[in-house]
């Protein structure tokens, strides 16, 4: 089969489209035949050597596909040859093995996908499990009516739209450039500021009448973390689940003390905290796939790129260049 596969990290050109063998499913695992795989933000953490949970090099990187049941070992019982299906790194050992024209998966790391789902919008589910969990597991039953979301035109920021609007919640959103503007209020934004160019706090004081936003979503960190805490309503939330320029600065504790009449709240939020609850992870899918089959949730593809072309998927993330999700087809 053709792969890719990384023996040292680095940058984009790290990435090798190699010939690698086949791999067999053995006792309870089943053979997936990718048709479409996500490419995502882990991959590029994974390919430059800064991923927490590394996997072993060499390796395939990647954390999401959709395919076809190519074939099933002995004892598989719910799958069958000819299912479409849709896997996730997430519950494998390893964060990996996705770049690849084939996988061999324990039968309960195939998630069986409804016969009307699309195989490329499924590939991009890794995104809505992430916004899932963000507005779900991650609020631990805060009640809020609206939400702020920082690079709303990403994967998750997309998709963090699109299910907010689809549980009744106004969503607010800020991106850098005109273009992306446009992009997150077709997503679902009811609002969205331009960075570059817009007062984002007057923009937000506007939107909820001098109020502020109950829960703001923060994928970047870094030094201007601290800013969230003036847009935020009395009691509301922070809820961190990115380092896009870097761990959230310290001096956010200041920022957030200067409000403490206001009661308000920060959580950082993983999804490396359910590796150990795949309970909590089938949740997030069984409320998924209903959505994604009914066309309730759309992924944008902002790209559709061959499998060897890789490297490139990964320029265009590092670029800041991409609105919603980039695809590999590795047929």
């Not at 030094?223 to 805490?229: C, E, L, V, Y």
Request: proline residues 7%; neutral net charge.
């Amino acid at each position: 089969m053709k792969a890719i596969q990384i023996r040292t990290t680095g940058g984009p050109e790290v990435l090798e489209y190699v010939d690698l063998p086949t791999p067999v499913p053995g006792r309870g695992e089943v053979l997936v035949q990718a048709h479409y795989i996500g490419v995502g933000m882990p991959d590029l953490l994974v390919r430059s050597g800064r991923y927490a949970w590394m996997p072993p090099l060499p390796a395939i990187p990647g954390i999401e596909m959709a395919g076809r049941v190519a074939s099933v070992g002995a004892g598989v019982a719910a799958l069958a040859e000819g299912d479409p299906v849709f896997v996730s790194a997430r519950d494998l050992p390893v964060r990996g093995n996705c770049y690849a024209q084939y996988i061999c998966v324990p039968e309960h790391a195939a998630y069986r996908l409804p016969p009307a789902a699309d195989l490329e919008a499924a590939a991009c589910l890794s995104n809505y499990q992430v916004a899932w969990h963000v507005l779900n597991s991650a609020t631990r039953g805060f009640l809020y009516d609206d939400i702020l979301v920082w690079a709303a035109a990403g994967g998750v920021g997309s998709a963090l739209l699109q299910l907010a609007r689809l549980s009744g919640k106004q969503a607010f959103g800020i991106v850098r450039g005109a273009a992306k503007q446009a992009f997150a209020l077709r997503q679902g934004a009811q609002a969205c500021a331009d960075s570059s160019t817009d007062d984002v706090a007057a923009a937000v004081q506007s939107w909820t009448d001098g109020k502020g936003v109950d829960l703001i979503l923060d994928p970047i960190g870094g030094q201007g973390f601290g800013r969230n805490f003036d847009l935020l309503a009395r009691l509301g939330m922070v809820v961190s689940y990115g380092i896009l320029e870097g761990p959230p600065h310290p001096s956010y504790a200041d920022a957030l003390q200067a409000h403490f009449g206001r009661s308000l709240a920060v959580r950082f939020f993983s999804m490396h905290a359910l590796d150990d609850a795949p309970a909590l992870r089938k949740v997030a899918m069984d409320a998924l796939l209903p959505s994604l089959a009914a066309r309730r949730i759309a992924p944008h593809i902002h790209a559709r790129l061959p499998l060897r072309d890789a490297a490139q998927a990964h320029r265009l993330l590092e670029q800041g260049a991409v609105f919603g999700k980039i695809v590999l087809d590795p047929r």
